[in-house]
T-cell receptor, first 113, second 114 residues
Framework: GNSVTQMEGPVTLSEEAFLTINCTYTATGYPSLFWYVQYPGEGLQLLLKATKADDKGSNKGFEATYRKETTSFHLEKGSVQVSDSAVYFCALSRYNQGGKLIFGQGTELSVKP | DAGITQSPRHKVTETGTPVTLRCHQTENHRYMYWYRQDPGHGLRLIHYSYGVKDTDKGEVSDGYSVSRSKTEDFLLTLESATSSQTSVYFC?????????????FGPGTRLTVL
């Protein structure tokens, strides 16, 4: 079946450190891939997305590249800030499925000053 | 911010009682979704709607029903709440149902079933 697996958290980093959150997926066909972020006490919001192989999504200094050969969509940021502390969710959506999202379990990031 | 509200924001209820959660949008989006968020599981789709009176099941639909009589409102009902339905419930909307479309999420409803 279709699924998304993320690295387990929590991840704790110091400010200005490099961030990688791993995400791999299993899906038939060519899904679209997303990273959503959830700040404390809020709903999710889209961080970035990629809709085909080799696409790179980017936003707010975060990047992720759709790698079909490794079925991965790892999230990276060169220098994290305290304000990046949140829970990050990787998700996929398959073609002609009504836009339904399949989420990974989420990775909590805590950035210390 | 997309205009999505959820009510109530918090609810405590007892096992066996019916519960209805409401999602209201002001964006006139066609698609609406109900997810539940649980530790270790991320978010899982309960039901979704692709138009007024058009709904379909998601991954974890057992014990839940939905209704959509107006574009702006999507109701989630637990006919007889159980402790396993203690969770945070999120509503989401999307203007189209394409695999590439962004979903906009509401603030969530925290439900506790005692």
């Amino acid at each position: 079946g279709n699924s998304v697996t993320q690295m387990e958290g929590p991840v704790t980093l110091s400010e200005e450190a490099f961030l990688t959150i791993n995400c791999t997926y299993t899906a038939t066909g060519y899904p679209s891939l997303f990273w959503y972020v959830q700040y404390p006490g809020e709903g999710l919001q889209l961080l970035l997305k990629a809709t085909k192989a080799d696409d790179k999504g980017s936003n707010k200094g975060f990047e992720a590249t759709y790698r079909k050969e490794t079925t991965s969509f790892h999230l990276e940021k060169g220098s994290v800030q305290v304000s990046d502390s949140a829970v990050y969710f990787c998700a996929l959506s398959r073609y002609n499925q009504g836009g339904k999202l399949i989420f990974g379990q989420g990775t909590e990031l805590s950035v210390k000053p | 911010d997309a205009g999505i509200t959820q009510s109530p924001r918090h609810k405590v209820t007892e096992t066996g009682t019916p519960v209805t959660l409401r999602c209201h949008q002001t964006e006139n989006h066609r698609y609406m979704y109900w997810y539940r968020q649980d530790p270790g599981h991320g978010l899982r789709l309960i039901h979704y709607s692709y138009g007024v009176k058009d709904t379909d099941k998601g991954e974890v639909s057992d014990g839940y029903s939905v209704s959509r009589s107006k574009t702006e409102d999507f109701l989630l009902t637990l006919e007889s709440a159980t402790s396993s339905q203690t969770s945070v419930y999120f509503c989401a909307i999307s203007d189209e149902g394409g695999s590439y479309n962004e979903q906009f999420f509401g603030p969530g409803t925290r439900l506790t079933v005692l």
